[in-house]
């Protein structure tokens, strides 16, 4: 008996934005050849790619059991092609045709009819004849070679079009490769296996810079190899095939870092760490010590190789050559954390006379994490005298607040004000001036500048704020005078208008009006649709006041100054003005 379904189920699946998608490709007949077999509905379904998708749902007796699709984003089941599948059994049941279980057709063939179905599987997949040639034993005498899967890999990448969108093809193409590495682990023959994964991985990086991969769709089937790679170490024990594994992962790792980390690597250290070991993690490290040596590297990027050589082996290390490491390596966090730890201050402190303001902060966050509080602030100070670096202000500010020194804090928050002039660095002075009950004092010197600078969207917001609507009144009319209107000043002005419509209703209205002008003057069927929320709002006070002729005189006028713009008639209409 199968689950009775309905179109909330599958949103509830996939998710609302797939379900709407999913909606369009059923509404669009995008799934055909659509069975039922047993308790699981197959189809197709055309997507974005040439080649449709493969989709699949098994229900139990709760509802659906499981789920997937061949899309490059289908693997657990809650894409839009499964919606699709789905919408398509609860609207149109009666186009799944109904077929055999495939165990009951398979028992029935006679050998020369599995012959000639097995010929014509592989005609369509020929990666899959690898998985015939097994001995009695079940087990491959001798392990496929990477070549073979990396110029199926290849084969993938020719039939691209290099359009736009193009790396979920490949994606979906080169997955369907890996099917025969996880094929290969199930008969547990790692070595098959690893050979799947090594030659997709390095067809992968030889072509990756070829492509936008936007959304890391082709990191993402490096990263399934990876973890393909280490099913393949945790199942065997042979020194060169782990060798050759390793290897591998470590050609993603350089890959990565020499394009900058674009995220090929993800999680494969973590692969190392949890199965390589302590000589695997030792030859590992010389491969990085030979990679990262010369001058070639940038800091990132030596950096990075240093990272990685901390994890493989800075637990073995004494202090000395830690020490050393990280100075060859650029590791200055890790180099001051271990100097405060062996109570070398002064050297600690040295180092940060080298550093760039953002690495000095993660430094002094250092130094106080070490209970050297005093001293970071003191060299965060320094900083700020050199340079004004409105960054280490910020950061001493905070500090202060930390360690309650509030009247230092007011005085960074006021400094940091008058450099940059934002509604959050006002309400900082602001609060940290009344915990001292200084704001009076304090709060013409904020504005006066703001005055003479014609600041008046911040000035307009300060006013709201603080509830003196009749000077943001003012500030607001200044800024339906500029030139320009800033989509965030109009924001503000209507901020303003609501606020005076209850004790400045005719203020709100002349405010209304100018906002709703001054959009329609922008033109854009965006501005058109604003403007009608202003005039929604003068019709609602008009007749409020009991001013409705008005208000009809006033729409007259403004339809017959504007009869030239459709877009704007449309949208008047659809709102009921």
């Known amino acids: ?82 919606a699709a599948l789905l919408l398509t059994w609860i609207h149109r049941p009666e186009e799944f045709r109904e077929v055999e279980d495939l165990d009951a057709v398979l028992g029935r063939m006679s050998r020369e009819e599995l012959i000639v179905l097995v010929r014509r599987m592989l005609a369509q997949r020929p990666e899959l004849e690898v998985l015939l040639a097994s001995p009695s034993g079940g087990r491959r005498q001798m392990p496929v070679k990477p070549e073979v899967y990396r110029s199926r890999a290849a084969a993938v990448f020719r039939r691209a079009d290099y359009g736009w969108g193009v790396e979920e093809s490949i994606a979906g193409g080169l997955k369907e490769i ?92 973590e ?144 400094q940091l004000f008058l450099i940059q002039p934002t509604f959050s660095r006002y309400q900082d002075v602001r609060d940290i001036a009344r915990k001292l009950g200084a704001w009076e004092h304090l709060r013409a010197q904020l504005l006066d500048p703001l005055i003479s600078s014609c600041r008046y969207d911040l000035l307009l917001r300060i006013h709201l704020d603080e509830g003196e609507i009749e000077r943001a009144i003012e500030s607001a009319k200044v800024l339906l005078g500029r030139d320009a209107l800033k989509t965030w000043d109009a924001d503000l002005i209507e901020n303003v208008a609501r606020a005076a419509e209850d004790e400045h209703m005719d203020a709100a209205l002349e405010i209304y009006r100018g906002l709703a002008e001054r959009l329609i003057g922008a033109r854009g069927r965006e501005n058109y649709q604003r403007a009608c929320g202003c005039l929604t709002r003068i019709r609602e006070l008009y007749q409020r006041s009991g001013k409705s002729e008005e208000w009809d005189e006033y729409i007259l006028d403004l339809r017959e100054r504007n009869r030239r713009l459709p877009a704007l008639r449309e949208e008047m209409e659809r709102a009921g003005l």
């Open 271 to 414: 692969v190392v760490l949890k199965h390589a070991s302590p000589d695997e993690r030792r030859v590992f490290a010389s491969w990085v010590r030979e990679a990262s040596a010369g001058d070639a590297l940038n800091d990132w990027q030596r950096r990075t190789w240093g990272e990685l050589l901390l994890m493989l082996e800075g637990g073995d290390l004494d202090d000395e050559k830690f020490l050393e490491l990280c100075r060859k390596m650029g590791l200055l966090e890790h180099l001051v954390d271990r100097l405060l730890s062996l109570g070398r201050l002064d050297e600690a402190v040295a180092e940060t006379k080298r550093v760039d303001n953002k690495r000095l902060l993660r430094l002094a966050e250092i130094f106080v994490a070490h209970g050297h509080g005093g001293i970071a602030e003191r060299v965060v100070a320094e900083q700020v005298e050199a340079t004004g670096s409105w960054i280490m202000m910020d950061w001493l500010k905070n500090r202060c607040l930390e360690t309650g020194d509030l009247s230092r804090a007011l005085e960074l928050s006021r």
């Open 1 to 82: 008996m199968f689950p009775d379904l309905g179109e909330d189920d599958v949103r509830a699946l996939v998710g609302s934005r797939s379900f709407e998608r999913g909606y369009r490709y059923f509404l669009d007949g995008a799934v055909f050849d659509a069975r039922l077999q047993g308790m699981t509905i197959r189809a197709c379904c055309e997507g974005s790619q040439p080649q449709p998708y493969r989709v699949r749902v098994t229900f139990d007796s709760d509802g659906i059991g499981e789920s997937h699709c061949s899309c490059p984003v289908g693997e657990d089941g809650d894409c839009k092609h499964i």
């Open 178 to 269: 890996l099917e025969a590495g996880s094929g290969f682990l199930s008969q547990e023959d790692p070595a098959s296996a690893a050979a799947v994964y090594t030659g997709a991985v390095m067809e992968i990086l030889s072509r990756y810079e070829e492509f936008q991969d936007a959304e890391g769709l082709l990191c993402e089937v490096v990263q399934e190899c990876a973890y393909g790679l280490g099913l393949c170490l945790e199942g065997s024990d042979d020194p060169a095939l782990r060798e050759g594994i390793l290897r591998t992962l470590f050609e993603i790792i350089r890959s990565d870092t020499d394009l900058g980390g674009v995220g090929l690597s993800d999680d494969v250290v």
